[in-house]
T-cell receptor, first 112, second 116 residues
Framework: GQQVMQIPQYQHVQEGEDFTTYCNSSTTLSNIQWYKQRPGGHPVFLIQLVKSGEVKKQKRLTFQFGEAKKNSSLHITATQTTDVGTYFCAGSWGGATNKLIFGTGTLLAVQP | NAGVTQTPKFQVLKTGQSMTLQCAQDMNHEYMSWYRQDPGMGLRLIHYSVGAGITDQGEVPNGYNVSRSTTEDFPLRLLSAAPSQTSVYFC???????????????FGAGSRLTVL
């Protein structure tokens, strides 16, 4: 079946440092979404990318979708302790948008 | 609106027991789904439904049954629990049937299941 590979699994940063997580698919995605899960919580939607080369920003968060629609990244500038949690990408392929397949997630720890 | 409500929050079962995880949403969402979350494995899709009376398999459907008799409810049944089904289960719903502008999942708070 289709898979989304996500790296790194874990990242520990000092508060104020930047952070990036990457997702890759071996085949072209229809769209990709990003979710954040706080420790002990449930995933919460952040953003959806649909177009090739799309870049979207939410305050300190920058989301990119690759030109070939096979990869995506989430970059956080100047991390804060409130950024702690697991970040997941989730993709769908072709017409199968009813199957949203999640990556394994990147756990971000921020040391004050 | 309560959103997506899951019960129970915690459950301990013995191997071979059966149980049902309940999921209800009050947003009139057509699409509902169940995921399980295990350390290092991310969220894996178990089953999903695009509307009442319609269900389909996800990535890891074995050992689980679902039905969708109403728009609001989407229960997940374990007929004979196994230790490998120890996990955190999330129910999620969304509006529409995959239209690109209506693809956002709303998750419940989760149900933590332990099978001894």
């Amino acid at each position: 079946g289709q898979q989304v590979m996500q790296i790194p699994q874990y990242q520990h940063v000092q508060e104020g440092e930047d952070f990036t997580t990457y997702c890759n698919s071996s085949t072209t995605l229809s769209n990709i979404q990003w979710y954040k899960q706080r420790p002990g919580g449930h995933p919460v939607f952040l953003i959806q990318l649909v177009k090739s080369g799309e870049v979207k920003k939410q305050k300190r968060l920058t989301f990119q979708f690759g030109e070939a629609k096979k990869n995506s990244s989430l970059h956080i500038t100047a991390t804060q302790t409130t950024d702690v949690g697991t970040y997941f990408c989730a993709g769908s392929w072709g017409g199968a948008t009813n199957k949203l397949i999640f990556g394994t997630g990147t756990l971000l720890a921020v040391q004050p | 609106n309560a959103g997506v409500t899951q019960t129970p929050k915690f459950q301990v079962l013995k191997t071979g027991q059966s149980m049902t995880l309940q999921c209800a949403q009050d947003m009139n969402h057509e699409y509902m789904s169940w995921y399980r979350q295990d350390p290092g494995m991310g969220l894996r899709l178990i089953h999903y439904s695009v509307g009442a009376g319609i269900t389909d398999q996800g990535e890891v459907p074995n050992g689980y049954n679902v039905s969708r008799s109403t728009t609001e409810d989407f229960p997940l049944r374990l007929l004979s629990a196994a230790p490998s089904q120890t996990s955190v289960y999330f129910c999620a719903s969304r509006n529409g049937q995959g239209r690109s502008g209506a693809n956002v999942l709303t998750f419940g708070a989760g149900s933590r299941l332990t099978v001894l």
